[in-house]
T-cell receptor, first 112, second 109 residues
Framework: LAKTTQPISMDSYEGQEVNITCSHNNIATNDYITWYQQFPSQGPRFIIQGYKTKVTNEVASLFIPADRKSSTLSLPRVSLSDTAVYYC?????????????FGGGTRLMVKP | DAGITQSPRHKVTETGTPVTLRCHQTENHRYMYWYRQDPGHGLRLIHYSYGVKDTDKGEVSDGYSVSRSKTEDFLLTLESATSSQTSVYFCATFEGEQYFGPGTRLTVT
């Protein structure tokens, strides 16, 4: 399983764009990159997933360079409610015995 | 949210007692997981299942056992609870993405 490295914490202000970068130097050919968000006292929830280039949904964008050794989650115009822990995961989808390993995540604090 | 429920949601137990946590899902997902979450450690995989009666160990499986007799239920058992097993336990399923339950807060005194 590819190991991921993320910043432990980040601070931002309401209305700003936040970019959280994840390093995954030993990502395998079949691995996808997935980001999850976790609020206090709740389980993580899926934000976005991608394999290469750029993926965008109603919540965030995911930028993946050509070498796929890193990825950047971009949250546009954050609000106080985006304060949460964000996890970057790398793994193979729909593989028997698939285990998605969560690292420590990035604790984002959005200030007014 | 894949209709995942966990029971109990909170439990306090004494060292040495057996404890069983239940995870129930309504979406017929094949894969199910048990994680524990402790401050500074993110989520760590305890056991997972890839079908009825098919289970395997995760990275922190010592002291835990699991059973899956039906697709919808995945049980986590602490045979003899210890204080180091005080944690928040999350169940999850997988179908393209992981879906997590609300968590069970277990305190072992």
């Amino acid at each position: 399983l590819a190991k991921t490295t993320q910043p432990i914490s980040m601070d931002s202000y309401e209305g700003q764009e936040v970019n959280i970068t994840c390093s995954h130097n030993n990502i395998a050919t079949n691995d996808y990159i997935t980001w999850y968000q976790q609020f206090p006292s709740q389980g993580p929830r899926f934000i976005i997933q991608g394999y290469k280039t750029k993926v965008t949904n109603e919540v965030a964008s995911l930028f993946i360079p050509a070498d796929r050794k890193s990825s950047t989650l971009s949250l546009p115009r954050v609000s106080l409610s985006d304060t949460a822990v964000y996890y970057c995961l790398v793994g193979v989808l729909n593989n028997a015995g698939n285990m998605l390993t969560f690292g420590g995540g990035t604790r984002l604090m959005v200030k007014p | 949210d894949a209709g995942i429920t966990q029971s109990p949601r909170h439990k306090v137990t004494e060292t040495g007692t057996p404890v069983t946590l239940r995870c129930h899902q309504t979406e017929n997902h094949r894969y199910m997981y048990w994680y524990r979450q402790d401050p500074g450690h993110g989520l760590r995989l305890i056991h997972y299942s890839y079908g009825v009666k098919d289970t395997d160990k995760g990275e922190v499986s010592d002291g835990y056992s699991v059973s899956r007799s039906k697709t919808e239920d995945f049980l986590l058992t602490l045979e003899s609870a210890t204080s180091s097993q005080t944690s928040v336990y999350f169940c999850a399923t997988f179908e393209g993405e992981q879906y997590f339950g609300p968590g069970t807060r277990l305190t072992v005194t």
